[in-house]
């Protein structure tokens, strides 16, 4: 039989490989895969073709901050988009950038996102203090492109990204496109942000070598990249994310407080038979939960609305009730909603308190309400269901951190859940997905979900390293997995565990399993903190300090210190407190000893999930 492929013999090699031994689903996820990238094959012959002249002078490097793994996902899709447009590429971890390469490397894209109040996350910290600081080269013929993301209902709002793009241009660099400040839904802007940067570096690729000479396509660069990326993800590749759930069948869900707690904290475990999940520990699970009915109804009357009249989402079309139920965000406040519903409302007083020298005044008034409380208090007359839509933001999903080992819990995933119901202004608050979680997930039911894999959060690939784990509260919730999955596999290394809550007898989180890893041997050390049973409060930083000898002599074995709950007071005493640990049991100056804990940052031995 004639062979009448098209593909050269490069290609066709490497997609015999990708099909070799595949099974008829794994070829299904393939075709899928194929039939996605038709529309950056046709955006890529749109452009000028890239030839090999030019991407021997076009190499790119690409930077990444993040603390969850999305902006290292965003750098990852940018590089397979300019590596299929002919470029070589470069891609780092700021981490891991060698800051002395900056003044030689003129193509630069950068994606960072933000945390806390404003602050870069811990990977990119040092060099973002290099690039801030006095010897940070002037950057003369650099070309750059800056993607920050982040929450709009922080008050710095991406403001890492916003640091990155001024200082690159202040030290001299020239903009490839305007800096993107993408939200939680960030999907959308990062695709665009990545389209317009490569036009833009094939506009400058072009001019820096105008006669090139070779026939080599975009089409041919971006089909021999997506076949490679292909071959080995395949086998591996889950159909359920974020946009596309799996509905797991709930196993269990057990009130983990004691009677009389101030707290309500749930262990809830749900079932992944069939779904081809898998996670490690660190990672979380996310959770697609839906807003409370009762709030849509009030705001659908206040709004005077037909909740029966249809609304397009970003993915389909739904009734204004169900696209306030599961598609748009109306429990969290931010500026951007403000300034929207605003001027839909024609609202001198939200426009004043959104005006210069307010601040002050416009936290204190988003903290504690919701959509609903604004168009109660700034009603809009006649407003229509679309241009209302248009002031809010997509309903993201939430994330817990997985509980449990799937090593000790086959086709299972375990969440601690601490439900958050309070009274503000007047009327009752319930979080979005804890109180769907603690009232509607009971046994049997189901739930839609999906794994977001963690790659900063992990335990150490040395099973004979030692472990310390700072866990107050939910943030207990990894290190169970921690604990679980070290003594499956025979871990050999110690593990030290503190925790803290407010009493020991209502709010000890899973305490007759930390008593029997202790007795097993698979908990080295606990140390407790329980601040309100003392007239002194004790929180975990103050037991670090009282543990101080022992923790530091732990650190100079090896040891890998993890932090998990909140980034606001908790993750900041303890990093005090660990730094003050390492200059009085190390003998170091306080610089000496902030350089000691950076540096166990930079060798992944101190990893945090805050949040």
């Known amino acids: 039989m004639q062979d009448t492929t ?327 406040l931010s500026r951007a909603f403000l300034e929207k519903y605003a001027a839909l409302a024609e609202s001198t007083e939200l426009r004043a308190l959104l005006g210069a020298g307010n601040e002050t005044a416009l936290r204190d008034y988003l903290y504690g309400r919701d959509v609903l409380d604004v168009v109660r208090q700034f009603p809009a007359r006649k407003v229509k269901a679309a241009e209302f839509v248009g002031t809010l933001r997509a309903l993201q999903p939430r994330l817990y951190s997985i509980a449990s080992s799937l090593a000790a819990n086959p086709d299972a995933v375990h969440i ?19 109180t769907y979680l603690a009232d509607i997930a009971r046994q049997g039911e189901t739930v839609p979900i999906y794994i977001e894999a963690n790659r900063h959060f992990k335990l150490p690939p040395d099973t004979n390293a030692p472990v310390i784990m700072i866990g107050p509260g939910t943030g207990i919730a990894p290190f169970r997995a921690f604990v679980e999955e070290r003594q499956a596999l025979d871990a050999p290394g110690k593990n030290w565990l503190f925790f803290g809550e407010r009493n020991f007898r209502t709010d000890f989180l899973y305490q007759r399993e930390w008593q029997r890893y202790v007795k097993d041997g698979a908990l080295t050390k606990i140390d407790l903190a329980f601040s309100r049973d003392t007239d002194d409060k004790v929180y975990v930083q103050d037991r670090m300090r009282e543990r101080g000898k022992d923790l530091y002599a732990w650190l100079q074995e090896g040891a890998h210190l993890y932090v998990c709950g909140n980034a606001d007071r908790m993750a900041r005493d303890v990093n005090t407190a660990l730094t003050d640990v390492i200059a009085t049991h190390g003998g170091l100056a306080p610089d000496a000893a902030a350089e000691y804990v950076k540096t166990l940052q930079r060798e992944k031995r101190y990893q945090r999930d805050v949040y």
């Open 6 to 332: 098209p593909l050269t013999s490069q290609q066709a090699q490497l997609l015999s490989q990708l099909v070799d031994g595949l099974s008829t689903e794994q070829l299904a996820w393939v075709r899928g895969f194929l039939a996605g990238i038709n529309h950056s094959v046709r955006h890529a012959n749109a452009q000028a073709p890239v030839t090999a002249a030019t991407s021997a002078a076009a190499s790119l490097t690409i930077l990444y901050g993040s603390q969850t793994g999305h902006a290292q996902d965003v750098a990852e899709q940018a590089k397979a988009r300019a590596v299929a447009a002919g470029f070589k590429v470069d891609l780092f971890a700021m981490g891991d950038y060698k800051a002395s390469r900056l003044k030689h490397d003129k193509l630069l894209l950068v994606t960072v996102s933000t945390q806390g109040e404003g602050e870069p996350p811990d990977d990119a910290r040092d060099f973002y203090d290099f690039l801030h600081g006095e010897k940070a080269p002037k950057l003369d013929g650099t070309r750059f492109a800056v993607l920050g993301l982040g929450d709009s209902s922080y008050e710095k709002f991406c403001q890492a990204g916003k640091d990155f793009d001024a200082r690159l241009a202040a030290l001299g660099a020239e903009r490839l496109v305007t800096r993107v400040d993408s939200d939680i839904d960030y999907d959308a802007p990062a695709e665009r942000w990545i389209d317009d940067a490569i036009e833009a570096l094939q506009r400058v690729a072009a001019v820096a070598a105008p006669t090139a000479t070779s026939g080599a396509t975009a089409t041919d660069n971006f089909m021999l990249a997506a076949l490679a990326g292909s071959v080995a993800p395949a086998a591996t590749q889950s159909p359920y994310t974020r946009k596309h759930p799996f509905n797991a069948t709930v196993l269990e869900n057990i009130t983990l407080s004691g009677r009389g707690s101030s707290k309500e904290v749930h262990h809830v475990e749900l079932s992944l038979e069939g779904a081809g999940l898998t996670y490690e520990p660190g990672d979380a699970l996310g959770i697609v939960a839906t807003n409370d009915d009762r709030l849509v109804d009030a705001l659908i009357d206040t709004l005077a609305l037909d909740p029966q009249a249809t609304t397009t989402t970003q993915d389909s079309t739904l009734s204004l009730r169900d696209a306030f139920l599961r598609a748009y965000d109306i429990t969290t």
């Open 416 to 434: 601690t859940v601490g439900a958050v119901r309070y009274d503000s202004h007047g009327r009752a608050r319930r979080g979005v997905a804890s």
